[in-house]
């Protein structure tokens, strides 16, 4: 059964190399009209089977819809979840795929984010409470949510940092532990601090529109559709910035450190610098997916940031493949959608899960999509392996 399982595969690597030769020749006019095409599909997904516009509906489209099963969730609000997975998988691919650092409490970014826009943009949170009393201002004012953004990638950046300049001297599991405990102490932290509403949490988080309120025109309470190309929107920038960010001397930096950190420091490279920069960024962009989640949800609570969703976004990273954007994207989508879209087997979930992650690490341990980079190192790796002479 192995034996037939790895021939599969063998096979079906063949295949995909095969695509990715044939994609890269052909001529760039092509490749640009194909990717403009796909960008404008996911931009349509949340009418997927209906035509905008009309009421014609197209046949067999609608089953991959959540909402076409019983209890079903939103549609729409599937899809907004999967584009802010995929901004968590590419901000803790920075850190994990490109330079090679395990990180277990990525989750403590993220509620870092949503805690920014949190506490200073709800007018009903304890920061905002005390700087009224403070200042005599109306019980209404709050900081504005597009003040919040660069707040929220401070505080964001700053916790990278501060997380990173103690601990990045470690490596592997010691690093992987250390990380895991950021998590958790962030969570700790919110829960019995009285200024970020302890476990309460913090109600009457703002949107782009301001306050969530049923009268909002775009950002609304019903309508997700704008959040979800709010997040794709935010999510392809991210993707341009970061693509740039690989190819450039930085990037190879940290392909460097990952591949062999002694190496790369004889060579002239300060690891401990790069790997700084990639906690930082990466902490940037987890700090940006937990404001918008906090902004789209109005209310947030210190239990939402547990240990099972940080090990949820490093499942991702490994799933997609690591040091591969579109692996990693594939990876946050599939790991968002088909627990929705297959609801009526959710007493199976853990089991369904846990098989799928054995036979990747059995079949595909590079993930999905890996790099073409990575799936070489492990080439190597694999010949360079000693064999045991009986």
Partial sequence: ????????????????????????????????????????????????GDIPGTNLIIPGLDWFRTDSIDAGANWAGVLFVCALYVLVAIGLNVVIGLAGLLDLGYVGFYAVGAYSVALFGSAESPVVRALQEQFGLSQDWAIGWAICIPIALAFSLV??????????????????????????????????????GEAQGVP???????????????????????????????????????????????????????????????????????????????????????????????????????????????????????????????????????PERFRDFAEYRVLAFGLALVLIMLLRPQGLLPSRRRTRELQDRAKEAPVNVA
Avoid: C
């Fill in 1 to 48: 059964m192995t034996e037939a399982l790895r021939h599969f595969n063998e096979r079906r690597r063949h295949v995909l190399g095969g695509m990715g030769d044939r994609w890269r020749a052909l001529p760039r006019w092509q490749r640009w009209l194909t990717l403009l095409a796909g960008i404008a599909f996911l931009y349509y997904l949340p009418f997927l």
């Fill in 159 to 196: 916790a990278g940092v501060l997380l990173g300049w103690p601990t990045l001297r470690l490596r592997g599991d010691y690093l992987a532990i250390v990380t895991l405990g950021f998590g958790e102490i962030i969570r700790i932290v919110a829960k019995n601090s009285a200024w970020a």
């Fill in 204 to 338: 009457g988080i703002p949107g782009p529109e301001g306050p969530p309120s049923a009268d909002n025109r775009f950002f609304g309470l019903l309508d997700i559709k704008p959040w979800y190309w709010l997040a794709l929107s935010v999510v392809l920038l991210m993707v341009l910035l970061v693509r740039r960010l690989e190819h450039s001397r930085v990037g190879r930096s940290w392909l460097a450190i990952r591949e062999d950190e002694d190496a790369a420091a004889v060579m002239g490279v300060y690891p401990f610098k790069f790997k700084l920069w990639a906690f930082a960024i990466g902490a940037a962009l987890g700090g940006f997916s937990g404001l918008l989640f906090a902004s789209r949800s109005t209310f947030i609570q210190p239990e939402t940031f547990n240990v099972q969703l940080s090990i949820l976004f490093v499942a991702m990273v490994v799933v997609g493949g690591s040091g591969n954007m579109a692996g990693v994207a594939l990876g946050a989508f599939l790991l968002a959608y088909l």
